[in-house]
């Protein structure tokens, strides 16, 4: 057990065994995206009714932050270049830490008028991948968090970070998520108290039709798990619903005279989904929260994550009830011969105007589709190659399971 941890729970009278200091499990949960039953294990309360927000509101907001943002970003740009007296290095150091929070804080009110422009999702918070070494980066931007802690009186726990952990990723789209997150953890825990930030470079492979496409079909699944936990009040049951609504409080911040805008997680949760990453949540009140966000650690795999996040939206607003559906698919990549990408759409819109299943392409020549009528299916399709002239394939349609497709909740978990 981390000295942080153990320190913060002999204060408090705790035991040091029995519960994995990384949070309420002793694993990364892996996000619940396929589940075999309607309510499935996460327990999430009902959606609470979606908070509407005037476009011409968030733009007024996103301008209303551009004027003190410019003011305060040119202020410290003439301290760091040394117009207001010699810097010491460590002065030097936190005026860039706090100029890179500032392109942060920048980019996030670009999201938020883009929101408002794009109608397409895949246009809303773009990534821009890179190989970069993601231990050094987190180490670097989780200092100024540690000194908000120590002048909190809290513990600030960061060596489950390594040093270097190389990821093709948008180095400052994470920054962003840990921003966020550690920003909540610290202001919503008291002294004495502990907030710790670790990464979990092997975590266990996704559940779900991701894993089981990995597992069958060899497909690459490199994933790492930021984990950020603390000590605080916990987030009261009733508000879980609503967690990540635009505008959303978890508390009565107004109350505690606690600062935030409600958009933060909101924003953090579609920064994490454009990544191809899952947020998972473990929060009980009065005992603090356990927040896992999962990321992807190359685009390969963001690419075939997001794939199959999208199959599964559209599925769910194909089907249109509970209805169990088998989950079907088709591996081409081997064939000698094989109907090509706009044959296959053909068939596949063919299935689905006949309200037969729902299908789509994962990666380049492998297909998954959610059918409810299985022999409708297989029959239909060497009908339909026979007709459209194309090559027979040796490989056909494989089963994997029999299960209810569901959207992906927001939250995975809540415990």
């Known amino acids: 057990m981390p000295s942080g941890f153990r320190k913060y729970l002999q204060r408090q009278g705790g035991k040091t065994g029995g519960r994995d200091p990384r949070g309420a499990s002793p694993e990364s949960p892996p996000p619940a995206v396929l589940e075999a039953d309607a309510q ?10 979606a908070t509407v927000i005037s476009g011409e509101s968030v733009r007024n907001l996103a301008h209303e932050l551009r004027s003190p943002l410019t003011a305060i970003k040119s202020s410290l740009q003439l301290v760091t270049a040394g117009e207001a ?18 392109d942060r804080l920048d980019r996030m009110t670009t999201d938020l008028l883009d929101r408002e422009r794009a109608k397409d999702h895949s ?16 180490g670097d931007g989780v200092r100024l968090h540690a000194v908000a802690a120590g002048k909190s009186g809290l513990d600030f726990d960061s060596t489950g ?5 190389a990821a093709e990723v948008d180095a400052d789209r994470i920054m962003q998520v840990v921003d966020n997150l550690l920003s909540n953890a610290l202001k919503f825990t008291s002294p004495p108290g502990l907030v710790r930030i670790w990464l979990d470079q092997h975590p266990p492979a996704p559940v779900g039709l991701a894993g089981e496409l990995a597992r069958a079909h060899e497909l ?11 000590s605080g009040r916990g987030i009261p049951p009733e ?24 958009l933060g997680l909101h924003i953090t949760r579609d920064v994490v989904g454009a990544m191809g990453g899952r947020l998972s949540l473990a929060s009980r009140q009065g005992r603090g929260t356990t927040i896992w966000v999962r990321l992807p650690r190359n685009e390969k795999t963001r690419r075939l994550l997001l794939s199959v996040a999208d199959f599964q939206a559209r599925f769910a607003a194909w089907n249109q009830g509970p209805r169990p559906v088998e989950v079907l698919a088709l591996d081409l990549r081997r064939q000698d011969q094989a ?31 959610g059918v409810s009528e299985r022999e409708a299916w297989l029959r239909a399709w060497p009908r339909f190659l026979f007709r459209a002239g194309a090559p027979a394939p040796a490989a056909n349609w494989r089963r994997l399971g029999t299960r209810r497709m569901l959207a992906a909740p927001e939250v995975a978990r809540l415990v």
Do not use: Y
Request: proline content about 8%; glycine content about 10%; overall charge negative.
């Open 85 to 102: 007296g010699p810097l010491t290095a460590d002065q030097e150091h936190f005026l860039t830490l706090a100029l890179r929070n500032l």
């Open 40 to 49: 499935g294990p996460s327990g999430l309360p009902r959606q609470a009714p």
């Open 239 to 262: 508000r879980q619903a609503r967690l990540f609504e635009v505008f959303s409080r978890v508390h009565d911040e107004e109350r505690l005279d606690i600062p935030g805008s409600g």
């Open 123 to 138: 246009a809303r918070c773009a990534p821009t991948a890179a190989v970069v070494d993601l231990g050094r980066v987190l």
């Open 339 to 369: 109907p090509d990408e706009q044959t296959m759409g053909r068939f596949l819109a063919q299935m689905e105007d006949k309200g037969v299943g729902l299908g789509a392409r994962i990666v380049s020549g492998l297909w998954a589709a």
């Open 161 to 165: 970070l390594p040093e270097s952990f």
């Open 220 to 230: 690459p699944l490199d994933l790492f798990t930021l984990v950020i936990e603390d």
